[in-house]
């Protein structure tokens, strides 16, 4: 039979049965709408996370206190955590390619001001910080390293602690009281929004770390030290020197500080995500064979509803052939169309779910093309065994059945 | 000239009960072009037995079949769906068209199979417009079957036998269904259709129905027992218009009545 003709006579075979044909596709759009959605969501999350790592910084290197090296277990123990402003120094000093570096304290506190007070981070840290961070003022000026050394007793602000405290005026040039000590704001950072572990970046005040570990946590060692490399291909280098040399500070005491590098960071962080999506597309892979199963059983039922009709065909000159890519197309159309129907809500449904809950969603396109071809494939496989069952029917036997 | 159907001794034995049937039990016949045939016999006889074997539907346990000078025994399952399809039309009993699907698209099945597959749907359209126009049916090529009368209906299926200009068409009891009225009117399509050459098979049980064809043949227990020429033929036309003098007569009384 012509193409066409047979393309013709399965679609009004479909819509000689529009509700049973729709009840049949809608196993397939839900399977495919999930998919897409399922994998939307995922990717959408990946993309979030890689943003927010290139949000700390560029050619970061961190490094911590406490030694992560064997399987996770915190090493070295019983000698006291042990990162100290020295060592910040020792590096900035030493080892050649570091363009930014800057140690950092952390700490949380109240702080108080303009008769309102408020609970927040308060993180010393040196005067590269914003520039390490890639992080740059929106007013005003960062604190310098006269500051440092003067143990200043001066701060700049994120945009939420300065909205929180001074909602209608300029926060530059006011007093902050931490500890009841009052600290100078010099400026104010830009907007950075949320973090890889969803806390408020903006949520701060960075005081000198000086100022810090004596006026305000009386800490002896810091948090850790972030360092920007001068180049991407100078990572690893300076890794491996901040590494040595730090070793070699320690005189042969057990290592008791971790050294890692953005990228390690990044695929740690985006390993999850990977994984996420791995287990939604299963899950929403599941619905959409669930699908091709409903298929596979309609048109069993079809067959057999429509024995006569096949003994029909037969009999007035059909070959085995037609009747089996009739049915085939049939199963195709259905799985297909409904694979299309099913992008077209998943694609909707992703966007419905960011807009209205806020989540990043990112709809790859080759999902979409992977999406119509896997159930078309799904119509053939599960189309298949039906189609050859019509097509085996002997016309006597066929038109007689009752 | 050689005749379109040519059975010798054949026989058809049914295998798949307990016991076998054994339901034609060797009949030869010869068919000639033009010919128009009444098939009678009592409720299983093997009427439609025979006529499965000479749609080349059902394949004779014994016995040789040569349909226009084929041997439809050394035919493969695709090649004897052609022959179905170039040199045979189909009228089966009841009806048998598609449900929901309207009577030009059931007229037009036959010829999306066969040496039609290359053949354009405008062709087809037209082709088959033209077979519902044969038997009066035109003006109602979009209804779907349940929206037709039985006498239509079974036009339709006149039709969809016809559209592929068949050497032979074999109808298994046209018009079992029908009333009276309405089987006249089957028959005068018949009628026609014979006399521009068509060959013409069909079952009946009813005696008068045999008088419309120019050749009765009566099955007994599976073997013809009688095989004669019908001498004073039943025209329908004829028929039809006794029938209509008939009924303007009856329907005048009625007014007449009514109006006293
Ligand atoms: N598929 C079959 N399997 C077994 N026996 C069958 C089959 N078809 C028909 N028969 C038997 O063959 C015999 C002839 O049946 P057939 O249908 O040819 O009769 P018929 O003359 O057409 O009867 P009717 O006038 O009632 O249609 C019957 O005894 C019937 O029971
Ligand atoms: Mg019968």
């Known amino acids: 039979m012509h193409f066409t003709n047979t393309l013709r006579v399965a679609l009004r075979a479909l819509r000689r049965n529009t509700l049973r044909s729709l009840l049949t596709a809608l196993g397939m759009i839900i399977g495919v709408a999930a998919v897409i959605t399922m994998v939307s969501i995922g990717s959408g999350a990946k993309a979030q996370v890689e943003a927010q790592v290139a949000s700390l910084g560029q050619n970061l290197i961190t490094v911590m206190p406490g030694s992560y090296s064997s399987g996770g277990m915190r090493g070295g123990f019983g000698s006291s955590v042990s990162l100290t402003p020295e060592d910040a120094d020792a590096i900035a000093a030493e080892v050649a390619n570091i363009d930014g570096l800057s140690a950092e304290v952390r700490d949380r506190n109240q702080v108080l001001a303009n008769g309102l007070n408020w609970n927040t981070n308060v993180n010393g840290v040196g005067p590269d910080y914003p520039y390490v961070r890639n992080w740059p003022m929106e007013s005003g000026a960062m604190f310098t390293e006269q500051d440092v050394k003067s143990l200043g007793k001066v701060c700049v602000i994120g945009k939420t602690v300065a909205d929180q405290m001074f909602p209608n005026e300029d926060p530059v040039g006011q007093t902050l009281r931490i500890r009841n000590l009052p600290f100078r704001i010099l400026g104010v950072l830009t907007p950075k929004g949320f973090s890889i572990f969803g806390s408020d970046e903006d949520d701060v005040v960075l005081i000198p770390y000086t100022s810090h570990m004596r006026r305000v946590s009386r800490r002896t060692s810091i948090s850790m030290i972030r360092i920007q490399a001068a180049d991407a291909d100078k990572v690893a280098q300076v890794k491996q020197s901040v590494e040595d040399l730090l070793t070699q500070r320690r005189r042969g005491r057990e290592p008791d500080f971790t050294v890692r590098t953005q990228e390690e960071l990044a695929s740690a962080a985006t390993a999850t995500a990977k994984t996420m999506t791995g287990l939604l597309a299963g899950i929403a892979g599941v619905s959409l064979i669930v699908g091709g199963i409903g298929i596979m059983n309609i048109m069993l039922v079809s067959v057999t509803e429509r024995t006569r009709e096949i003994g029909i065909r037969l009999a007035i000159g059909a070959h085995g052939k037609d009747v089996l890519t009739q049915f085939l197309i049939e199963a195709i159309l259905l799985s297909s169309l409904g694979g299309m129907v099913g992008v077209a809500v998943g694609v909707g449904g992703s966007q419905a779910l960011s807009s209205y809950n806020g989540w990043p969603v990112l709809v790859p396109t080759t999902w979409i093309f992977i999406s119509v071809a896997g159930s078309a494939l799904v119509g053939i496989i599960s189309g298949f065994y039906p189609a050859y069952k019509a097509a085996q029917l002997d016309p006597i036997d066929a038109l007689r059945y009752e | ?260």
């Not at chain 2, 025994?73 to 179905?84: I, V």
């Open chain 2, 1 to 260: 000239m050689s005749p379109v159907v040519k059975i010798q001794d054949l026989h058809k034995i049914y295998e798949s009960g307990e016991v076998p049937v054994h339901a034609v039990r060797g009949v030869s016949l010869e068919i000639q072009r033009g010919e128009f045939i009444a098939l009678m016999g009592a409720s299983g006889s093997g009427k439609s037995t025979l006529m499965n074997m000479l749609g080349c539907l059902d394949r004779p346990t014994r016995g040789t079949y040569e349909l226009d000078g084929i041997d439809i025994d050394e035919l493969d399952r695709n090649e004897l769906a052609d022959l179905r399809n170039q040199k045979l039309g189909f009228v089966f009993q009841g009806f048998n068209l598609l449900a929901r699907t309207t009577a030009l698209e059931n007229v037009e099945l036959p010829m999306l199979y066969g040496r039609h597959r290359k053949v354009s749907m405008e062709k087809i359209r037209e082709r088959a417009m033209h077979c519902l126009e044969i038997v009066g049916l035109a003006n109602r090529f979009d209804h779907f079957p349940n929206q037709l009368s039985g006498g239509q209906q079974q036009r339709v299926a006149i039709a969809r036998g016809l559209v592929n200009e068949p050497q032979v068409l074999l109808a298994d009891e046209p018009t079992g269904n029908l009333d009276s009225k309405t089987s006249v009117e089957v028959m005068g399509v018949f009628q026609k259709l014979n006399e521009q050459g068509i060959t013409i098979v069909m079952v009946t049980h009813e005696l008068d129905i045999a008088k419309y064809c120019r050749r009765n043949l009566i099955l007994r227990d599976g073997v013809v027992v009688r095989d004669e020429m019908v001498a004073d033929r039943t025209i329908a036309e004829e028929e039809m218009q006794r029938i209509k003098a008939a009924e303007a007569a009856a329907k005048l009384t009625h007014q007449a009545k009514s109006g006293a």
